[in-house]
């Protein structure tokens, strides 16, 4: 199993840009599809972005498609999630996840904060 630390969270203003990484133990990363979950007070966790183990095939939930944009590093054993065009209704713990595709997730990490403001 992997083990998934988040980081790269933090507050920013509506329009404004961060960049989350989630780095991977393990020397089976490259092995595994990545994805990023978000979950909003009072809200269940959603989906956000996914990513195919080689990085050739990537998937966006609706809500995002166009303003984030997923990526890995095999090398580096690292995933990330850059957010550009931010909302306040992004704001939410953003998740890591790795498992063999969307919905298919089954280690996470313990999630960084995001919060945008109006």
């Known amino acids: 199993q992997v083990q998934l630390v988040e980081s790269g969270g933090g507050l920013v203003q509506a329009g404004g840009s961060l960049r989350l990484s989630c780095a991977a133990s393990?020397?089976?990363?490259?092995?595994?599809?990545m994805g990023w979950f978000r979950q909003a007070p009072g809200k269940e966790r959603e989906f956000v972005a996914a990513?195919?183990?080689?990085?050739?095939?990537?998937y966006y939930a609706d809500s995002v498609k166009g303003r984030f944009t997923i990526s890995r590093d095999n090398a580096k054993n690292t995933v990330y999630l850059q957010m550009n065009s931010l909302k306040p209704e992004d704001t939410a713990v953003y998740y890591c996840?790795?498992?063999?595709?969307?919905?298919?997730?089954?280690?996470w990490g313990q999630g960084t904060q995001v919060t945008v403001s109006s």
């Open positions: 990513i195919s183990w080689s990085g050739g095939n990537t």
């Open positions: 996840a790795a498992g063999t595709w969307y919905p298919d997730f089954g280690s």
């Open positions: 393990g020397r089976t990363f490259s092995s595994y599809a």
